[in-house]
């Protein structure tokens, strides 16, 4: 946990913030990484309204577009959705998993985050929250340490049927004026206990109401993929933590 010295705590009226939603289903083939069958529909599952997000996905998650898009507008919401490993050591050795190349942590204060500010970054890949004694909270320090007003990032691995309907959730509590730390709290007690429900054709509903995506289609999993999931399993939601200012 940051000084409370160093986080911005001015509140900040997240819903009239611009969103860029950036990640990737499958990479390049030289860069031999498993495809992560849950991120179009996690990109889709942020909402349309208030924010209109921006999209990119695949062939277009490449870090040349993600400095092109921040230059062209003061997104205040990054959302990236891919895969990310953190390893002990030289900080080259950790990175997030772009279409075709690696941002390594030694990349992460390069991106000038702090110019325009990003108010609230999520990194929903694996592990990237974590870190040791050269790189305290990993990535989401970095960013944070670079400008980053919030960051909400993961400790462990994590599994695209859980993360898909915390971040709709998130997001949707968002979306009723909730701040950012009360929002992520929410989603995670809404699975927890068991609100959070996926049915036998693999639709996802939280409190009996159906979740859809901002393409108007159902959020929905592939059993297949996915087998029997218990979404209230701490192994599903409780990795997931804010780092920075709770507003």
């Not at 986080?7 to 950036?22: G, N």
């Not at 349309?48 to 205040?76: A, I």
């Not at 599994?159 to 009360?182: C, D």
Request: glycine residues 6%; proline residues 6%.
């Amino acid at each position: 946990m940051p000084s409370l010295t160093l986080p911005d705590t001015r509140y900040t009226a997240i819903r009239s913030a611009k969103v860029l939603a950036m990640g990737a289903s499958e990479f390049a083939p030289d860069q031999r990484q498993t495809p992560l069958p849950f991120v179009p529909m996690e990109l889709l599952a942020i909402p349309r309204q208030p924010w209109q997000p921006v999209s990119f996905l695949n062939e277009k998650f490449t870090l040349t577009n993600l400095e092109m898009q921040r230059r062209s507008q003061p997104f205040g919401i990054i959302h990236l959705a891919t895969h990310a490993q953190f390893q002990s050591g030289s900080l080259e050795n950790s990175f997030i998993q772009l279409w075709n190349d690696k941002l390594e942590l030694t990349d992460v204060k390069q991106l000038s985050w702090n110019n325009p500010p990003v108010t609230l970054l999520v990194l929903s890949a694996c592990q990237t929250a974590r870190g040791d004694r050269e790189a305290e909270l990993g990535f989401a320090g970095l960013a944070f340490k670079a400008g980053v007003k919030s960051v909400l990032g993961s400790l462990w691995y994590v599994r695209g049927e859980g993360t898909l309907p915390l971040m709709a959730e998130f997001y949707h509590q968002l979306t009723q004026g909730k701040i950012k730390v009360a929002a992520l709290r929410e989603a995670q007690m809404a699975m927890l206990q068991g609100r959070v429900k996926i049915d036998r054709e693999g639709l996802i509903s939280i409190d009996d109401r159906s979740r859809m995506l901002s393409s108007g289609e159902p959020l929905k999993i592939d059993l297949e993929l996915s087998g029997d999931v218990n979404l209230s399993h701490p192994y599903y939601w409780s990795g997931f933590t804010m780092i920075g200012s709770p507003w």
